[in-house]
C-alpha cells in the first residue's frame, strides 16, 4: 500500500510509479469519484501493487482525505524574516516550492493571495499536532453560516465538564453533538461544523467522528508491506521518527538510499518501504533521502536528449535531467491533463524547480510545469565568482548590464531577471538581489 503525493501524468504517478487506473475504486473524502476528481500535490493512499521493474503497478483503490477544510485565521506573508505563515483553525500550515495552489477565488492565485475568512482545503503530511506540510491547498470562498467545514487532529485538554477540548490550537465546542465516539486525549478525529466559530473563538461542532480509526497513523493488518513518503516529523533520531502519524522504526536491517541514519532529521524529505509491526509501526526496510528544490528558473527549452537516462532538457545553458519522480503540471492553454516529460518539446516555455545532485553533480528536477510565455528568472545558488560573470545553479550569467551588483560570493542565494541571449549561452541579467 502506497500512501503518498498524487502526481497525475500518464495513467496515474503516486511516488514515481506509473499505475494503472483501469476499474479502480477511487473516492474523494469518502465520496465515490474518479480519476479526473484527482490533482496533482493530493495525498492519498493507494492500494496496490508493483510490477517487476518497480516503475510501474497497478492499482486496486485510491483514497483521497483531505487534512482539513477551514477558515483562514492568519494569511500568508512572504515579506517577513521569516515568513509567516499561514493559519488555519488552530493549524500551522507551511508551504514550499513544490505545494500545488488551486483556487475557485477571482484575483487570488498564489497561497499569497488567500486572505482571512477564506475557506481553504489542505491536503499534505503532519509534522506534530499542530503543523502541516502542505502539499496541496484549494481556496475556496469566504465561510457563510450553514457550510460545513472539518477538521481533523488527535483529542487534548479534554474537558467533559464544559465538553471542550483542542485539535491543533484550536478549543472545540462539542455541547452540541448528541451523537459521537466515546472521547479520550489523543484520540484522533474528524469534527464537522456548520456554525463556525461561537463568540469565546471556540469552534462549534456539529459532528465529531472517528478518524483513521482513531489512530494518526496508518490502518492495517500485522505484516502488511507499505510505503510512505514526505517530510520526517519533529522529533527525530536515528533509530525511529514520524511520518504523517505513523512511528516509523529504523534498524541494522534498514537500507539507505542518498543517505545515512544519521541524516535523518526533522523535516527530510523521504520515502520509506517497510512492514507493519504489531504496534502500529513501520519496521523499515528501505529509506530513501528525496532532494529538495533549491533552484528555479525560467525560460525556454532549446533542446531534449530522449536519449540521456533519465532524459534531460537544457533551459538558458543548463541541462537538467527529469523522470517520473519530477512533478509535472500544464498551466498552458493545451492544459494536458497527463502532462508529463513525453509531451516537452523544444521551445516550450518552462518553470523548473530543480537541485544539484551531491554524489553525481547533475541538475536534476523537482518540479516541471509549463506555461504560455514568461520573462527569464533565475533563483539559485552562487557556483563560481568571475568578473562581471557569476555561475547560478549551473547557469552563466552576465553582471555588465546590472547598476551597482551586489557583492557575491560562492553559496550565496540570489535572484536574477534578464534576458537569455541563446547565441552566447548566458543570461544578460537586469537586476541582481540576494
Given at each position: 500500500?502506497?500512501?503518498?503525493?498524487t502526481?497525475?501524468?500518464?495513467?496515474?504517478?503516486?511516488?514515481?510509479?506509473?499505475?494503472?487506473?483501469?476499474?479502480?475504486?477511487i473516492?474523494?473524502?469518502g465520496?465515490?469519484?474518479?480519476?479526473?476528481d484527482l490533482q496533482t500535490?493530493?495525498?492519498?493512499?493507494?492500494?496496490?501493487?508493483?510490477?517487476?521493474?518497480?516503475s510501474t503497478?497497478?492499482?486496486?483503490?485510491?483514497a483521497?482525505?483531505?487534512?482539513?477544510?477551514?477558515?483562514?485565521?492568519?494569511?500568508?506573508n512572504?515579506?517577513t524574516t521569516?515568513?509567516?505563515?499561514?493559519?488555519?483553525?488552530?493549524?500551522?500550515?507551511?508551504?514550499?516550492?513544490?505545494?500545488?495552489f488551486?483556487?475557485?477565488?477571482?484575483?487570488?492565485?498564489?497561497?499569497?493571495?488567500i486572505a482571512?475568512?477564506?475557506?481553504?482545503?489542505v491536503s499534505?503530511?503532519?509534522?506534530?499536532?499542530?503543523?502541516i506540510?502542505?502539499?496541496?491547498?484549494?481556496?475556496?470562498?469566504?465561510?457563510?453560516?450553514?457550510?460545513?467545514i472539518e477538521?481533523?487532529?488527535a483529542v487534548?485538554?479534554?474537558?467533559?465538564?464544559?465538553m471542550?477540548?483542542?485539535i491543533?490550537?484550536?478549543?472545540?465546542?462539542y455541547?452540541?453533538?448528541?451523537s459521537?465516539?466515546?472521547?479520550?486525549?489523543?484520540?484522533?478525529?474528524?469534527?464537522?461544523s456548520?456554525?463556525?466559530?461561537?463568540?469565546?473563538g471556540?469552534?462549534?461542532?456539529?459532528?465529531?467522528?472517528?478518524?483513521?480509526?482513531?489512530?494518526s497513523g496508518?490502518?492495517g493488518?500485522?505484516?502488511?508491506?507499505?510505503?510512505?513518503?514526505?517530510?520526517?516529523?519533529?522529533?527525530?533520531s536515528?533509530t525511529?521518527?514520524?511520518?504523517?502519524g505513523?512511528?516509523?522504526?529504523?534498524?541494522?536491517?534498514?537500507?539507505?538510499?542518498?543517505?545515512?541514519?544519521?541524516?535523518?532529521?526533522?523535516?527530510?524529505?523521504?520515502?520509506?518501504?517497510?512492514?507493519l509491526?504489531?504496534?502500529?509501526?513501520?519496521?523499515?526496510?528501505?529509506?530513501a533521502?528525496?532532494?529538495?528544490?533549491?533552484?528555479?528558473?525560467?525560460?525556454?527549452?532549446?533542446?531534449i536528449?530522449?536519449?540521456?537516462?533519465?532524459?534531460?532538457?537544457?533551459?538558458?545553458g543548463?541541462?537538467?535531467?527529469?523522470?517520473?519522480?519530477?512533478?509535472?503540471?500544464?498551466?498552458s492553454?493545451?492544459?494536458?491533463?497527463?502532462?508529463n516529460?513525453?509531451?516537452?518539446?523544444?521551445?516550450?516555455?518552462l518553470e523548473i524547480?530543480?537541485?544539484?545532485?551531491?554524489?553525481?553533480?547533475?541538475?536534476?528536477?523537482?518540479?516541471?510545469?509549463?506555461?504560455?510565455s514568461?520573462?527569464?528568472?533565475?533563483?539559485?545558488?552562487?557556483?563560481?565568482?568571475?568578473?562581471?560573470t557569476v555561475?547560478v545553479?549551473?547557469v552563466?550569467?552576465?553582471?555588465?548590464?546590472?547598476?551597482?551588483?551586489?557583492?557575491?560570493t560562492v553559496?550565496?542565494?540570489?535572484?536574477?531577471?534578464?534576458t537569455?541571449?541563446?547565441n552566447?549561452?548566458?543570461?544578460?541579467?537586469?537586476?541582481?538581489?540576494?
Amino acid at each position: 500500500m502506497c500512501k503518498n503525493n498524487t502526481e497525475v501524468a500518464a495513467l496515474l504517478f503516486v511516488n514515481g510509479v506509473e499505475y494503472s487506473t483501469t476499474g479502480v475504486n477511487i473516492t474523494v473524502n469518502g465520496a465515490p469519484a474518479t480519476e479526473a476528481d484527482l490533482q496533482t500535490g493530493m495525498h492519498v493512499d493507494l492500494t496496490g501493487s508493483k510490477d517487476a521493474n518497480g516503475s510501474t503497478g497497478t492499482a486496486l483503490s485510491i483514497a483521497f482525505d483531505d487534512d482539513l477544510e477551514g477558515i483562514v485565521e492568519q494569511a500568508y506573508n512572504g515579506a517577513t524574516t521569516p515568513a509567516t505563515p499561514l493559519k488555519v483553525m488552530g493549524y500551522t500550515i507551511l508551504t514550499d516550492a513544490t505545494t500545488e495552489f488551486s483556487s475557485q477565488v477571482s484575483g487570488q492565485s498564489t497561497v499569497a493571495d488567500i486572505a482571512v475568512g477564506n475557506i481553504v482545503e489542505v491536503s499534505g503530511t503532519r509534522l506534530d499536532n499542530t503543523t502541516i506540510q502542505a502539499s496541496y491547498i484549494e481556496t475556496k470562498a469566504a465561510f457563510h453560516s450553514g457550510q460545513e467545514i472539518e477538521v481533523k487532529g488527535a483529542v487534548t485538554a479534554l474537558d467533559s465538564i464544559n465538553m471542550t477540548f483542542q485539535i491543533g490550537a484550536m478549543t472545540v465546542d462539542y455541547s452540541a453533538v448528541s451523537s459521537m465516539p466515546s472521547l479520550a486525549n489523543d484520540l484522533f478525529v474528524e469534527v464537522k461544523s456548520t456554525a463556525g466559530k461561537n463568540g469565546s473563538g471556540n469552534l462549534v461542532a456539529s459532528a465529531i467522528e472517528l478518524a483513521s480509526n482513531g489512530t494518526s497513523g496508518i490502518d492495517g493488518t500485522e505484516g502488511k508491506e507499505f510505503e510512505l513518503s514526505g517530510p520526517i516529523g519533529t522529533g527525530s533520531s536515528s533509530t525511529q521518527f514520524t511520518l504523517n502519524g505513523t512511528t516509523v522504526i529504523v534498524s541494522s536491517e534498514t537500507q539507505f538510499e542518498h543517505g545515512a541514519a544519521s541524516d535523518i532529521a526533522d523535516g527530510a524529505q523521504v520515502e520509506v518501504s517497510g512492514t507493519l509491526n504489531a504496534n502500529g509501526q513501520i519496521d523499515a526496510s528501505e529509506i530513501a533521502f528525496r532532494e529538495a528544490e533549491e533552484a528555479e528558473l525560467q525560460g525556454s527549452i532549446e533542446a531534449i536528449d530522449t536519449t540521456a537516462v533519465p532524459n534531460t532538457v537544457t533551459i538558458m545553458g543548463a541541462t537538467i535531467a527529469v523522470n517520473n519522480k519530477s512533478m509535472f503540471k500544464d498551466n498552458s492553454t493545451q492544459q494536458v491533463r497527463y502532462f508529463n516529460q513525453a509531451d516537452l518539446a523544444v521551445g516550450d516555455w518552462l518553470e523548473i524547480g530543480f537541485y544539484r545532485d551531491n554524489t553525481t553533480s547533475a541538475l536534476v528536477a523537482v518540479k516541471v510545469k509549463r506555461e504560455n510565455s514568461g520573462t527569464n528568472q533565475l533563483e539559485g545558488v552562487v557556483e563560481a565568482v568571475g568578473t562581471g560573470t557569476v555561475t547560478v545553479s549551473g547557469v552563466a550569467v552576465d553582471l555588465s548590464g546590472v547598476t551597482s551588483p551586489p557583492t557575491l560570493t560562492v553559496n550565496d542565494q540570489v535572484h536574477v531577471n534578464g534576458t537569455y541571449d541563446a547565441n552566447t549561452h548566458v543570461l544578460m541579467a537586469t537586476s541582481v538581489t540576494l
